[in-house]
């Protein structure tokens, strides 16, 4: 006998998160095959942010972020954005994690 029922796990679930985070994933996955992130990244290059200081670069981001997440949810905007601003922090020659 099992522990919880597929009935239970039916209804008590909450299938919106489920399909949520799938969404952000898949939405994400597109973007780094499709090459959109790398053409963000070419785009941004163009802008030539790694002349600017350090935290005028993070300002950019967190309002190009912020701006996204008013139109998009957190999962898919972290999902999409991630990758960007990995390849970008590459181009830029400084740790991701400072993005």
């Given at each position: 006998p099992s522990l919880i029922t597929w009935r239970l796990i039916e209804t008590k679930m909450c299938w919106g998160v489920i399909f949520l985070l799938g969404g952000g994933f898949a939405l994400a996955a597109a973007s780094q095959n499709s090459g959109l992130s790398?053409?963000?990244?070419?785009?941004?290059?163009?802008?030539?942010?790694?002349?600017?200081?350090?935290?005028?670069?993070?300002?950019?981001?967190?309002?190009?972020?912020?701006?996204?997440?008013?139109?998009?949810?957190?999962?898919?905007?972290?999902?999409?954005?991630?990758?960007?601003?990995?390849?970008?922090?590459?181009?830029?020659?400084?740790?991701p994690i400072y993005l």
């Open positions: 790398s053409l963000l990244v070419q785009q941004l290059d163009k802008l030539n942010l790694s002349a600017l200081p350090q935290p005028v670069v993070v300002a950019v981001v967190c309002l190009l972020t912020v701006s996204i997440t008013n139109i998009a949810s957190n999962t898919a905007t972290a999902n999409v954005l991630v990758p960007i601003l990995g390849e970008m922090a590459v181009t830029m020659c400084v740790n």
